[in-house]
């Protein structure tokens, strides 16, 4: 196990009405050129979260490691670990949530493959909030004269305490099987099920346990139709099939699934009408009854010739639901009501944008104690980023309305851009009583920002100035005296925006003496 501390600052962070704390920031500076993507993420005991996910080794062997990054409630990364650093196999820890957390903990599936045959390990692990290793299970092993491979997607953890991990297996000459794996709360294997059929290849992509203690699986399945129908099977409590529903046509999403407090069943995935080029791609939810009929199906986000990519979902418990999208080159989460119906959508924009036409992707999305949500994804950087081609980490925390910055409901605003905080500068801050208070915003290169503006908010959210920000050489800037005119503030903390064109830019809190 290797471990390093690292700081980095916060690209964006304040304080939310009710306590609630919001922030994006990307990892590059911690990354040190190496490629990867988080898979998890998790809320800690002190606020902090974890993320898991997988990275190029920043030790010797080079290979594809799980790798877990502390941080504080900010986001700042604190410490790394790296899982089994000196082994020189690959390790993949699945997708879209693969992590769960425990009464002490979490826990997590992880694949291991040789880089130079077809010997590989699903294996169960064990983590403090550290990142360490705990302890571990090899759940199943097969040799390179078995020439198998398997691969986890994702782990729930059990009513019981025990664990369900989902993927596919994959023998020679043959079509790859859904892999369903039980076990007991101390990891043995308790029985394996591989479903599907011969020539058409299933991949388990989400799984949850149902009251009965059987299983929704959501599963990708390619072969006997239309390419990568998905498709969702329910099983008793030993992985026996119960019913098979194919849907989707030519959706080629990852589809997600989630049992409901109406004591239904929550698909979320896309839908296109045919697989030519100007199709549109639209996400669809649908809710289905423990018997496999369909209740509803919505669709919504609709592209024309692009791409809308569903990734992960959660079930609250009054009935609404939260989804994360790849929507083009933004990072979107979208609210849904118990019917379907959206809510409001949030776009985040993950650096400048400069030429960049990469798609940004959500991994996993998840409830916070505050109310709000967090998320990890990552994206590919481009000219005009930090470190070109790399592909990059990134945590957002929102509040309950999906805002990144305090009132974003408030200003009109929905689209949010990362890579522009660490440009703003405001002083002096604090700022006496009479004094005047400078805001310069200036991105790389001078970038043309559009009409900016500058909206200064109460703790509450509420507006009590607006200004018209200068543009420069360099970018924009405004000065303004907070203790004079017709808009004078008292003493306080107020919060700064700086908003164009629908975009949230940057912002900052401004506290007056």
Not at 171 to 182: E, F, G, I, N, T
Not at 438 to 467: H, Y
């Amino acid at each position: 196990m290797s471990r390093m501390w690292i700081l980095l600052p916060a690209l964006a962070g304040s304080l939310m009405a009710d306590g609630q704390i919001g922030f994006v920031v990307h990892y590059d500076s911690v990354q040190s050129g190496l490629p990867g993507q988080p898979t998890s993420v998790a809320e800690l005991s002190d606020g902090g979260f974890l993320l898991s996910g997988i990275q190029f080794s920043p030790g010797t062997t080079g290979q594809l490691h799980v790798l877990l990054r502390r941080t504080d409630q900010w986001g700042h990364a604190v410490s790394e670990s790296e899982v089994q650093g000196n082994d020189p196999w690959i390790y993949n820890n699945g997708t879209l949530g693969a992590m769960v957390k425990l009464d002490t903990g979490f826990a997590e599936g992880l694949t291991r493959y040789d880089p130079n045959g077809w010997a590989c390990d699903m294996m169960l692990y064990w983590f403090d909030e550290n990142g360490d290793t705990v302890r571990t299970r090899n759940l199943m092993s097969y040799t390179n004269t078995d020439s198998i491979v398997v691969q986890h997607r994702q782990t729930i953890r059990l009513a019981d305490g025990g664990f369900a991990l989902g993927g596919f297996f994959d023998a020679p000459d043959a079509s790859a099987q859904a892999l369903l794996v039980r076990t007991n709360a101390n990891g043995d294997t308790t029985w394996t099920r591989k479903l599907g059929y011969q020539n058409q290849a299933e991949e388990i992509w989400s799984l949850c346990e149902l009251p009965d203690h059987g299983f929704a699986l959501s599963v990708v399945h390619s072969g006997g139709g239309p390419s990568d129908d998905h498709t969702l099977i329910r099983t008793d409590s030993m992985g026996h099939q119960l019913w098979r529903v194919q849907y989707g046509e030519y959706g080629q999403g990852v589809p997600s699934v989630r049992f409901s407090p109406d004591s239904t069943l929550i698909t979320f995935s896309d839908h296109k009408m045919d697989l030519g080029s100007s199709a549109w791609q639209e996400i669809e939810l649908r809710k289905w009854n423990l018997t496999g009929s369909l209740v509803w199906s919505r669709f919504s986000h609709r592209t024309p010739n692009s791409n809308t990519w569903p990734r992960d979902l959660e079930v609250l418990p009054d009935g609404t639901i939260i989804t994360s999208i790849g929507y083009g080159r933004t990072a979107m989460i979208a609210k849904f009501d118990a019917n379907g119906d959206s809510i409001w959508s949030r776009f985040y924009y993950v650096f400048s944008e400069t030429n960049n036409y990469n798609e940004a992707i959500i991994n996993d999305i998840d409830p916070t104690s505050d109310g709000g949500f967090v998320m990890c994804g990552w994206k590919i950087q481009d000219q005009g980023d930090p470190t070109d081609g790399l592909q990059t980490w990134f945590l957002i925390k929102t509040d309950s309305l999906g805002c990144g910055s305090p009132g974003c409901q408030t200003l009109g605003v929905n689209e949010f851009v990362i890579g522009l905080q660490e440009h703003l500068k405001i002083w002096p801050n604090p700022v006496a009583q009479g004094g005047t208070v400078n805001v310069e915003l200036s991105p790389p290169g001078g970038a043309d920002l559009g009409p900016v503006k500058l909206v200064v908010q109460d703790v509450l959210g509420r507006e009590v100035r607006r200004d018209v920000m200068v543009r420069t050489v360099n970018g924009v800037r405004t000065t303004f005296a907070p203790s004079s005119g017709a808009t004078h503030l008292a003493s306080g903390t107020y919060l700064l925006h700086l908003v164009s064109d629908g975009k949230w830019l940057a912002g900052e809190k401004l506290v007056i003496e």
